[in-house]
């Protein structure tokens, strides 16, 4: 049976969720298992950014954080933040490259999201199925709290198949000519010293 791109996908980003809880550390350094150049590393790349990112976005909402350490984290989840999205713009040029050839019919459209911010969000449907699937293993809460995260996780589950389906008839609608794509940049202002003025302002 043929192999969609987002059962690749799914597979791929459980297997990344997978190797980082295997010491569960941010700072753990990478070991993408794929060669470099493929989609595969790169949709392995993607989730360990994100995967990480999710486990920086829990250790700075610490109430008892020293305010340095977490000044130091938020400018680590900003650069985080800009490894993600160049890296989505990187797995659109891919999908862009991929289809370049198809000549759209003559009622062919364009779609309001890339497949590659679809891509992200089904990363991101990944870690959100993985953790709330561990509040509902929890020995330690009340059968309320795991009764309210099951039903989250169906939803989750649910959400996953939904937009799977899409991602993949967005890419046969690209196949056939039925959609064309355009590869956009971010074009984020804040990071750019020519563009924000706190730091163009600075002398």
Request: proline content about 4%.
């Amino acid at each position: 049976m043929h192999t969609t791109f987002t059962e690749q996908a799914n597979d791929i980003f459980n297997k990344t969720i997978d190797d980082y809880h295997l010491t569960d550390n941010v700072d753990e350094p990478i070991r993408n298992p794929y060669e470099r150049g493929t989609i595969e590393f790169d949709l392995y790349l993607k989730n360990w950014i994100d995967t990480v990112q999710w486990h920086l976005e829990d250790i700075i909402r610490d109430p008892a954080i020293d305010p340095v350490a977490a000044l130091a984290l938020k400018r680590r989840i900003d650069r985080s933040n800009q490894e993600r999205t160049d890296l989505v713009e990187q797995i659109d040029s891919y999908f862009y490259t991929m289809y370049s050839d198809t000549q759209p019919t003559d009622s062919a459209t364009i779609n309001t999201e890339s497949p590659a911010w679809a891509v992200d969000r089904l990363s991101i449907l990944a870690l959100k199925i993985y953790h709330m699937q561990e509040q509902v293993r929890r020995t330690d809460a009340t059968d309320e709290h795991k009764a309210k995260c099951q039903a989250k996780l169906d939803i989750l589950l649910q959400q996953r198949a939904d937009l799977s389906l899409a991602i993949d008839q967005l890419l046969d609608d690209f196949a056939n000519g039925r959609k064309y794509m355009k590869v956009y940049k971010q074009m984020k202002m804040y990071n750019d010293p020519s563009t924000n003025p706190i730091l163009y302002g600075k002398k």
